[in-house]
Structures are given as structure tokens and as C-alpha cells.
């Protein structure tokens, strides 16, 4: 592929900055770098078959032993290692409901294997025992139902064009898809994905008891346009990270304090960021003053938090009522300009720097700020990192925000969040979404998410209170994490996502090159969104935005510097 200038970036995958800066199989600070943990143990394979089998079989009914080493009254779950009893279940829970439904089952409606196509860094997950020896969640599925599963490994950056070829071609080669969360109501709309209201009515998995953010994040996750098509298997929050070690270093504060006339602290808003990005760039002695992302692609999730943040409670994308997009306002303006202005403290290359560069700075110290996702602790402050030159040295701040009717507006925003959905081509529909609601339960996610052979994080109540989860997460990042997700809203999360999205992402790159204005910017991306809305159907849309928009956080707080 020929060169691009910086305006014509072509967003890359993970993967391909990993080829691209010569990382690959480094090991663990290779992945830590792609965004992604490092394989367990015992290494998941990542690849499987392309197609299910031409022909579906409904399975032979199974009467399954009871499993030793239950606690008492727990009917499955995995055994054999300390601590494995908090990851059991009793009939009447999310899980257990689940595999007591699949095994009563109608013969006819029980597979003897559901196929599911998967972004391959979740793979382990599904696929390598934790701890290290213990059963997979393959194995125990399989035994406590007498289901197969066949899991078909892909590159999280192809999921969407795979489940559009599998459905156009009505090939029905899954039962199962994993996808991009943003993607979930362009798939809906396109009847890639089934809709899960009478199944979900049916077996209660009660998401909204023990998602972080309760119903909110429920919405946020799992529904498009008040319907169930999906379920979240990720917590891709963007989460600030900063050098403890500068900020409290007492030659530093007095320094600042001298400069701004304030105490150097992690700031509440984004002018006071913007201060302390100013006074810490020191690209001479190897470090820069904040990192957050501003590559096609991955970047404008930093003008999210920005613009998101200008409205009490919320700045919406949309004018619910009337789907007329809202970032020609001057709160979008302002975010973008911002968003330019801001590139002064970052890389001299920051327009193109991708997730490896900035895990890569950071681990080698280079920079006093940034915004990644909620793993970058977990991967860069740790003994079992040699590479890191940061470890003990980082804390987790809250997303800054505005002043907004005399409350301090702080809002950060998820992306991109691995999601699964039954297919709508599926000839075992239930028993595809009891598979989700069993994975996905209170009960086994913890677990799941626990094992660092995947790429999956943390969003559940229990995930924060679970010792595996903590110890890697790091008791300091915790509090941070929680609050984040009570502070986050939606990203475009709607019917063409990916249009709307090239549209804003082009023109933001536009003012940060000078090509245009912000306001120019704001105005022409406006008039794209207004094309593809009318385009889409703007009834359809608005009945959407009207659902997500209940979907907002509400949570404000008080200044206190």
C-alpha cells in the first residue's frame, strides 16, 4: 500500500501496528502494546474451521453425572482450584437457569454444537484453562450440557464484513457472532442479529442487578431502539492514566503551583488537563506532556469526552426529537478546536500514534498523561514486565469535564467493546442465547474476564470485588474504574455508525492538519450526518435516539479545586 500523508491516514488495526513497529512476538509488552493481555500459560489456539458443517444435527439427549467438588447447592461451574466456588451456580440464577433451560430442551431444538464466529483475542478466554490447569469454559459447557461449541477465530477488525457476507449470502454458517458494540444496530438493522426481547423475558439473565451502572449500562450495552440484539463481554472504558510520581514530586508542585496559581492535582476540568499537559511537555528530555490518541480510527474518542462534557447532564450527538445532529454547536466546535490545540503537547508524530506507541511510551515513562483503555495498569505497572520503567509509579484519574449550571460535568465514553449475538440465520436461536446468558452471568464472567489469555474487561459489580480481577486491575485503579463507567455515555452507537463516524473522524483530522476550521469542520460533518440520516430514515433513526437517549448518565458532581 503506498504512503499517506498524516491527513490521509488509513486506520489500522492492532495487529497491523504491532507488524508495522516491528512488536510482534515480543511477548507480553508486545500485547500490552496491541491493547491486548498476555496469553496464559497454555496458548489458545487462534484459528478454527471457516464453516459449520453443511448439515445441523439436533443432539442426542445427555444425562450428565453430578459434578464432584460443588459447593452445597450448586448445581455447575468450575471445580478444582482455590477460590472455584465463587464461580459456581444454583439453579435459580442467571447461569444455573440457563443450563437447566438447555437441558430440557426439545430434542428438535438442541444442537449437537453451536458455531461461533469470534474476534480471536477473546479466544482464551473460552478456550485456556485459569488457573493455570483448571478446566475451560469450553469443557464445562460441554459437559454440564452435552453441547460442542466450535469456536472460528477472526480479527476483531473483520467481524462486522464477515457477518454482513455470512447474512447477504444467507450462508448461516453461525449461531453466534461477536462484533464491535457500535456496530450492533446497523447488524440489527440489516437482520444480521435476532432479537433477544422474548428470549431475555423468558430466562431473566437480570443484567440490570449486577451490570456497574445498572439498567443504564444495560441500555448502553445490549439494547438498539429499545430491543435486546446483543451482550456485552467488555468493559472498554477510556480511562486517564498519570505519573504519580510527577505529580507528587514536591520540585514539580511548587513549580506549578508558581506557574498556574493552583496545586498540581489530577484536574476536574479540561482546561486545568490542558494546563498540566502544558507545563509537563518536555519533548527535549524525552517526554511529552499527555498522550491521549488522536489517530484516525482510535483517537476521536478523545473529542467524545470533550463534547460530552458540555451539557448538564449530557451533550447529545443528536437532537433526540428530530435526529438534526448537534456538533455544529458551539460545544462541538470548542471540543474540536481543543482537540487540535491539545496536539502541541503530544509526539511530534501523535496525528498517527496508535495503541503500541502510546503503551510504549508510557511503559518507557515518556509521558505524564494519558487515556487508554482500563487494561494499561494491569499490563504496564506490574514486576512481570520488564520492560515497563513506570511500575509503582501510575494512578487512574476520572475523565475531566466543564462547569455547566454551576456542576461540574465529567464524562468519559466506551469503545469499542466486544459484544456477541445470536444470528439471525440460527436454527438453535435459544440454545444460542442461553450460551450467552451463561457466560455472561454474575455467576461465570467474573472468571471468564479473570483469565488473562483474552482481551476482554472488566464492567460487572462482582468483576470489582473478585481477588483475580483486583490483584491484576490494582486495588488504586479500581474506585477509578467503577466511577468511570457511572460517568461513561454511549459512543454513535446507532444505524450506520461507521458512516457517521468517518464522517466526524475526517474532519476532525482536517482542523488538526489545517485544512479547515473547527467550525467549518463542525458544520460540514454535520451535513454528511444529515445525508446518511435522511438516507437511513430519519423515523427510524429519531425512534432510536429516543431510546438511547434514557441511556444517559445523570451523575454530576461538585468542584472542589
Known amino acids: 500500500m503506498a504512503k499517506k500523508s498524516n491527513s490521509e491516514k488509513i486506520p489500522l488495526s492492532r495487529r497491523d501496528f504491532l507488524r508495522a513497529t516491528g512488536l510482534i512476538g515480543v511477548g507480553l509488552f508486545a500485547q500490552a502494546c496491541a491493547g491486548q493481555p498476555a496469553a496464559a500459560p497454555t496458548t489458545a489456539p487462534t484459528t478454527a474451521p471457516t464453516a459449520a458443517p453443511a448439515t445441523r444435527v439436533a443432539a442426542t439427549p445427555v444425562v450428565s453425572a453430578p459434578k464432584t467438588g460443588l459447593a452445597r447447592g450448586m448445581i ?106 457500535p456496530d450492533k444496530g446497523t447488524l440489527a438493522e440489516s437482520g444480521a442479529l435476532l432479537n433477544l426481547d422474548e428470549l431475555v ?82 519533548p527535549d528530555k524525552n517526554m511529552f506532556g499527555v498522550t491521549d490518541l488522536r489517530n484516525q480510527y482510535w483517537g476521536y474518542t478523545n473529542w467524545y469526552q470533550r463534547y460530552a462534557s458540555a451539557g448538564n447532564p449530557n451533550q447529545f450527538y443528536f437532537d433526540p426529537e428530530t435526529g438534526k445532529p448537534l456538533i455544529d454547536s458551539e460545544a462541538g466546535i470548542r471540543a474540536a478546536q481543543e482537540y487540535a490545540n491539545t496536539l502541541k503537547y503530544h509526539s511530534p508524530d ?32 506490574t514486576p512481570a514486565n520488564p520492560d515497563s520503567m513506570i511500575t509503582g ?23 469499542p467493546n466486544v459484544t456477541l449475538g445470536v444470528s439471525g440465520q440460527s436454527q438453535y436461536s435459544e440454545a444460542a442465547y442461553l450460551f450467552l446468558q451463561w457466560a455472561n ?62 464522517a466526524l473522524d475526517t474532519n476532525l483530522q482536517a482542523v488538526m492538519t489545517g485544512q479547515k476550521s473547527a467550525e467549518q469542520a463542525m458544520k460540514d460533518a454535520a451535513a454528511e450526518w444529515e445525508k446518511i440520516t435522511d438516507r437511513l430514515g430519519r423515523d427510524k433513526q429519531v425512534t432510536a435516539l429516543k431510546a438511547q437517549a434514557t441511556a444517559y448518565p445523570t451523575t454530576t458532581d461538585e468542584p472542589t479545586i
Open 441 to 502: 452471568s454474575p455467576q461465570l464472567y467474573p472468571w471468564l474476564v479473570a483469565n488473562p489469555a483474552g482481551f476482554m474487561d472488566p464492567f460487572q459489580k462482582g468483576d470489582f470485588e473478585d481477588p483475580f480481577v483486583v490483584g491484576s486491575y490494582h486495588d488504586y485503579h479500581i474506585p477509578t474504574y467503577k466511577t468511570s463507567i457511572e460517568h461513561a455515555v454511549p459512543p454513535i452507537n446507532l444505524n450506520g455508525t461507521n458512516e457517521y463516524v468517518n
Open 201 to 282: 423475558g423468558k430466562h431473566k439473565p437480570e443484567w440490570e442487578k449486577y451490570y456497574t451502572g445498572g439498567e443504564t449500562t444495560v441500555q448502553q450495552f445490549n439494547a438498539h431502539a429499545g430491543s435486546f440484539y446483543g451482550v456485552s463481554f467488555d468493559g472498554d472504558y477510556q480511562i486517564w492514566i498519570y505519573r504519580k510520581d510527577l505529580f507528587e514530586d514536591p520540585e514539580e508542585q511548587k513549580k506549578f503551583m508558581d506557574k498556574y496559581g493552583w496545586e498540581l492535582q489530577w484536574p476536574e476540568t479540561w482546561e486545568q488537563l490542558d494546563q498540566i499537559a502544558e507545563f509537563f511537555h518536555r
Open 76 to 181: 455447575g461451574g468450575p471445580v478444582g482450584f482455590e477460590g472455584a466456588e465463587r464461580y459456581q451456580y444454583s439453579a435459580d440464577s442467571p447461569a444455573g437457569r440457563a443450563i437447566e433451560a438447555l437441558k430440557s430442551l426439545p430434542a428438535d431444538q438442541k444442537p449437537e454444537q453451536l458455531v461461533i464466529q469470534l474476534a480471536d483475542g477473546a479466544l482464551g478466554h473460552f478456550q485456556v484453562g485459569f488457573p493455570d490447569g483448571a478446566q475451560t469454559a469450553q469443557q464445562i459447557f460441554e459437559e454440564e450440557t452435552g453441547i460442542k461449541l466450535e469456536f472460528v477465530g477472526i480479527s476483531p477488525d473483520d467481524q462486522f464484513t464477515k457477518i454482513i457476507q455470512d447474512t447477504t449470502t444467507k450462508a448461516g454458517q453461525f449461531d453466534l457472532y461477536s462484533f464491535w458494540a
Open 393 to 415: 509509579k501510575i494512578r487512574s484519574g476520572l475523565a475531566p469535564g466543564r462547569m455547566v449550571d454551576g456542576k461540574l460535568i465529567r464524562r468519559t465514553v466506551w469503545w
Open 350 to 381: 501523535g496525528i498517527s500514534w496508535g495503541w503500541p506507541e502510546q503503551y510504549a511510551n508510557m511503559a518507557a515513562g515518556g509521558a505524564a498523561v494519558t487515556c487508554a483503555f482500563p487494561n494499561m495498569p494491569k499490563f504496564l505497572d
